[in-house]
């Protein structure tokens, strides 16, 4: 067939072999971006409707070949086969890997990237498990709300605690309920407004005011965002008080300002400094790439994605009651909320499910600075359990094994005498156990799996042990 030698003697019709985006992503469980994103970088060839080669496609009339990307995605799966193999983990079912790229991604979960948290088919397959709807799960490590979301969509209600003020604010956005038409009224003409900004657009009376706030935290902002992006950023901040869901688009700012920062594309979770020159894009196959001027473009994309996730979560969700409490797990005062005069009073929490923070592999707070900066917001680095900075020695291990300890003896004051504490972690370093002594509680069960991806670059092959522990008696 023209334009493609490797269908060989295979008798196909041009309609069935060559695909639009959207048929090729359905046939294999990705999106129409991430098909876009292999034509775009080369890792599959363009077509036209006939299946000639071509450089570039009228709209509407790109098609990819059926053949290659089956061969793509096949070879994709065994470099995934191999990394999976290296772990000696007989059965892989917990990592999910048949599981599509949408599915894992789906509404609210990719409302904002948020690194460390654990893909939601993982917490839902134990929540069915182990929780029935109506029962109360508690999240002491709540990140952002993947526990919390997970319960919504099962009738679960759930209590998560969190530390950082930021992911409080994502948490919230995602279990908020929302009239959708003023929603996306919203969310689409904050958007053009701001695409409609230029130098000579800003009023007078704001440009003083705007250069002002762009030498926050310290130069912070002006050190890792091109001058217009930060103009544009700081433009739509100006205008979110004249707006009802001002939360919701202050995690809509973070999402665009974190994409749009001058960085290496393939680096936006851990960038060490500004890039400001042309480079060769690790991410993309080695293309020369720029860094990011103005947030015009992607700020147009992901509005209309938070409308779509947010319309998307809410069909879905089924009615359970969520809260978030921002605080610390081993010192919260949960007698405020389950105490006589506590929202949950007379209650009694059926279980934990929970993925606590690894030792000495994330800054919680420092991967969301530009939020912290952006928006004013008070910082706890001191108060994190095993960050980053303090690093995996002696010390960080006794440090964190007695802060999850502490954090498990506080809440298993209000969990009932049957309770199941599902706990995630990558205990390499063999600290579970001696926490759960310390808090109380025995190891009944351990589910092994593997995990596809460390981090965006990362790829080594590593695996997380759910725990499956009870009160002891």
Same mark, same amino acid.
């Given at each position: ?54 450089? !570039?496609?009228?709209?509407?009339? &790109? $098609?990819?070949?059926?053949? =290659?990307?089956? @061969? /793509?995605? *096949?070879? %994709? ?126 009023? !007078?009376?704001?440009?003083?005011? &705007? $250069?002002?706030?762009?030498? =926050?935290?310290? @130069? /912070?902002? *002006?050190? %890792? ?249």
């Amino acid at each position: 067939m023209a334009g493609n030698p490797a269908l060989g003697a295979q008798r196909v019709t041009a309609s069935e072999e060559f695909l639009t985006l959207e048929d090729a992503a359905a046939l294999v469980g990705k999106t129409s971006s991430n098909i876009s994103y292999l034509v775009q970088y080369n890792r599959l060839r363009r077509y036209n409707a006939r299946g000639d080669v071509v450089t !570039r496609a009228p709209n509407g009339g &790109l $098609r990819v070949s059926r053949t =290659e990307l089956l @061969g /793509y995605v *096949e070879a %994709w799966n065994r470099r995934i086969r191999s990394r999976m193999d290296a772990l000696k983990i007989g059965d892989t079912s917990l990592a999910f890997l048949d599981v599509p790229e949408r599915e894992r991604t789906r509404h609210v979960h990719r409302l904002h990237p948020y690194l460390g948290k654990f893909i939601p088919q993982l917490v839902g397959h134990f929540l069915s498990r182990y929780f029935e709807p109506g029962q109360l799960v508690l999240d002491p490590f709540s990140g952002s709300a993947t526990t919390l979301v997970e319960a919504s969509e099962r009738g679960i209600d759930s209590i998560g605690i969190e530390i950082s003020e930021f992911n409080v604010l994502i948490s919230n956005v995602k279990l908020a309920e929302y009239d959708i038409p003023q929603m996306e009224k919203e969310v689409l003409e904050i958007s053009k407004r701001t695409a409609k900004l230029s130098a000579r657009e800003i009023p !007078r009376v704001k440009a003083p005011k &705007l $250069r002002r706030e762009a030498r =926050e935290g310290g @130069g /912070y902002l *002006e050190m %890792w965002f091109a001058p217009r992006s930060l103009r544009e950023m700081l433009y739509f901040r100006s205008l979110i008080p004249e707006y009802e869901h001002q939360d919701l688009l202050k995690v809509l700012l973070s999402r665009t300002a974190r994409s749009c920062r001058l960085v290496h594309h393939y680096d936006l979770a851990t960038p060490k400094e500004p890039v400001r020159e042309p480079y060769a894009c690790y991410k993309h196959m080695g293309k020369t790439c720029q860094p990011v001027t103005t947030i015009v473009p992607r700020l147009r994309f992901y509005s209309v994605d938070t409308v779509r996730r947010i319309k998307e979560f809410q069909r879905v969700r089924r009615s359970a009651a969520s809260q978030v409490i921002q605080g610390d797990s081993r010192t919260v005062d949960l007698h405020d909320y389950f105490g006589p005069t506590g929202s949950r009073r007379g209650k009694r929490v059926n279980g934990i499910f929970t993925s606590p923070p690894y030792v000495g592999q994330i800054d919680y707070h420092e991967q969301h600075r530009y939020a912290y900066e952006l928006f004013g917001m008070e910082r706890r680095d001191a108060l994190e359990i095993g960050p980053k900075v303090r690093g995996k020695g002696e010390r960080a291990r006794s440090d964190y094994g007695r802060s999850i300890a502490e954090s498990l003896r506080n809440v298993r004051a209000v969990l009932s005498r049957d309770a199941a504490v599902l706990v995630v972690a990558n205990d390499r370093l063999g600290l579970y156990p001696g926490i759960f002594e310390a808090a109380g509680m025995r190891v009944e069960k351990r589910f092994e799996r593997p995990v596809e991806d460390r981090t965006e670059r990362d790829k080594r092959p590593y695996s997380e042990t759910v725990f499956l522990a009870r009160l002891e008696d």
